[in-house]
């Protein structure tokens, strides 16, 4: 009898966890199945456009009256919104994560963490009313512009949208870094400073790198932050890299023209829309590949 009710449990035990495992397993092949839906559809609305407007899709010639549809503009807006961002963001989002980390006392930080953390929460169209009512007229009064709605304005401000996430991400990694590590540094003779370059950082990179890449995506999928302050116009920068003018980046351009676009216009949005999720797919799987490699360049650990 005892025999039985052993095996029973051992079988019910069983049934549990395969119940578990096919819950787990369901969720993420559900969620693999939304985004290849996803892709698909943006693609699929997308042909018309690479039939009729082909390779000039790839030019700066933009004027939806003239079916002219070249994405050029806002391609180029959109890398150079997000290296001027991370330009910032990044140097500054790592210095407040070490110094959270390793530097400020226990009660700073249990007051600056949940600051921070609320920052990464503020709604992006607020934001953009910041970034118009403070810093478009500064920008342009300061660097003499005839508008403040400029791609640097764009890109200084989704660098403040970013900082959140790259400081309590990294301070997160660079918290996992066991104590023993850093102990044995300072045992060593190393300085506070010597031990956070050569043991703490080196050993919670492969979170740093996870923390830059999801503040940039962040910042490529930005919209209405963006679509506030960067000037909305389809031109050529000239020069090609003039970040003092305005411009368009691929979300504040569907953001602008999907509600009064219609026809091939609309294909073309599409279009502009697959290109976006391809880059954050990129950044998606770099982040896996970082976290990969590290782990097996540490030799599992």
């Not at 693609?43 to 003239?66: K, Q």
């Not at 502009?272 to 954050?280: C, K, R, T």
Request: aromatic share 8%; hydrophobic share 50%.
């Amino acid at each position: 009898m005892i025999k039985k009710l052993g095996i029973k449990r051992i079988r019910l035990k069983k049934i549990k966890e395969n119940l578990v495992r096919f819950f787990f397993l369901s969720i993420a092949v559900l969620s693999a199945s939304m985004i290849i839906f996803i892709f698909g559809f943006l693609a699929n609305e997308s042909i018309p456009a690479l039939t009729e407007v082909g390779l000039d899709l790839l030019s700066f010639r933009w004027s939806a009256s003239n079916n002219q549809f070249g994405l050029l503009p806002a391609i180029i807006g959109t890398l150079l919104v997000t290296l001027i961002a991370m330009t910032i963001s990044i140097p500054l989002g790592l210095s407040s994560a070490l110094y959270l980390s390793e530097i400020c006392t226990k009660k700073t930080r249990n007051i600056l963490k949940p600051v921070i953390e609320i920052l990464a929460g503020i709604p992006s169209i607020v934001y953009g009313f910041i970034g118009v009512v403070i810093f478009v007229p500064n920008i342009g009064e300061a660097f003499d512009l005839i508008s403040g709605y400029t791609i640097f304005t764009a890109g200084f401000m989704l660098s403040i949208m970013a900082l959140p996430i790259v400081i309590s991400l990294a301070d997160d990694a660079l918290n996992s870094v066991p104590q023993d590590f850093k102990n044995a540094s300072m045992a060593l003779g190393a300085t506070e400073w010597q031990t956070m370059k050569k043991v703490t950082l080196p050993a919670a990179i492969s979170g740093v790198a996870n923390a830059i890449i999801l503040g940039t995506g962040r910042v490529i999928g930005e919209t209405m932050c963006v679509m506030l302050v960067v000037g909305g116009i389809m031109k050529k920068p000239e020069p090609i890299i003039d970040i003092f003018t305005s411009g368009s980046t691929l979300t504040s351009l569907i953001g602008h023209n999907m509600g009064e676009a219609y026809g091939l216009h609309v294909n073309v949005l599409f279009t502009a829309g697959v290109i976006l999720l391809s880059l954050v797919i990129i950044l998606s799987l770099s982040s896996d590949w970082i976290r990969v490699y590290m782990k097996k360049k540490r030799g599992g650990h």
